[in-house]
């Protein structure tokens, strides 16, 4: 049996994996991809 923090280190580096290969498969599938970045300004005080 693998030591915890082994197994929480593989299953992050499949967590990377698989967010990049579906990531490809997007920009693979359409033609034009918008980024939004949605923070909020600063309130004043």
Known sequence: ???PARISKKA???N???????AMRVVD?????AVEDFK???TPR
């Open 1 to 3: 049996m693998e030591p």
């Open 12 to 14: 992050a580096r499949q």
């Open 16 to 22: 990377t994996h698989d967010a990049r290969a579906w």
């Open 29 to 33: 599938q359409h033609a034009l991809i």
């Open 40 to 42: 909020r300004p600063p």
